[in-house]
């Protein structure tokens, strides 16, 4: 499994395998949540696995 996330002030890439992508947005949004109090949300995670750009 390999691959990179690249963050910037306006936007986040993900490139590698699918379950390497997959593992960072569950991360990211594990992260995410925990700042803002949040419970996990599993449909904002599938929604993101669904807007990924396969390469």
């Known amino acids: 499994m390999s691959g990179y996330v690249e963050i910037d002030r306006n936007s986040t890439v993900i490139r590698g395998s699918r379950s390497f992508c997959q593992l960072a947005l569950r991360l990211s949004a594990w992260f995410y949540a925990s700042e ?20």
Not at 36 to 55: P, V
């Open 36 to 55: 803002h109090h949040w419970d996990e949300n599993e449909d904002f995670i599938d929604f993101l696995e669904m807007s990924m750009i396969e390469k």
